[in-house]
């Protein structure tokens, strides 16, 4: 079942999350963050449990990106992360983005639903906003795609 998160779900959504983040598949995630944020949140529950999650985050008036598309190992290439990323898009259509990008080390995934690769330079709020914080910037090697809506 797909629904937006709640604030329970919270301590679940950072554990999953940072569960990747220790291995090094994505930027970690911290409490005030996914509080201030919950309600970009979709999650993935199967038998009451949170086994994924995806975000849409509205980066300007015409641009969203896919933030913390995780889903537990067991339950990966069932097609749960398709379904999320699916339910993300819809929301960006409802909210008339024009683009939506995502930082990727699997970059393969949101090709298949019509992302194609672009240089970071074409994300300059993105770089402006928020990368500058980043752990891992100026050497950042996660790879920018983008879809046109």
Not at 63 to 76: F, N, Y
Request: overall charge positive.
């Amino acid at each position: 079942m797909i629904r937006k998160a709640k604030m329970e779900d919270v301590p679940k959504l950072q554990k999953l999350i940072n569960s990747f983040a220790n291995e090094g598949k994505m930027l970690p995630i911290a409490l005030t963050q996914l509080y201030e944020n919950l309600r970009d949140f979709w999650v993935y529950e199967k038998k009451d449990k949170t086994v994924a999650c995806c975000r849409l985050h509205i980066t300007w008036k015409d641009l969203g990106e896919i933030r913390s598309l995780a889903v537990v190992e067991e339950e990966q290439r069932c097609g749960i992360g398709n379904l999320l990323l699916e339910k993300a898009l819809d929301e960006a259509r409802n909210l008339n983005l024009k683009k939506v990008f995502a930082l990727t080390y699997v970059p393969a995934f949101f090709e298949k639903h019509g992302f194609f690769r672009v240089p970071k330079s074409k994300l300059p709020r993105k770089i402006w906003s928020e990368c500058l914080n980043c752990p891992k910037f100026p050497k950042c090697d996660e790879i920018a795609v983008m879809k046109e809506m």
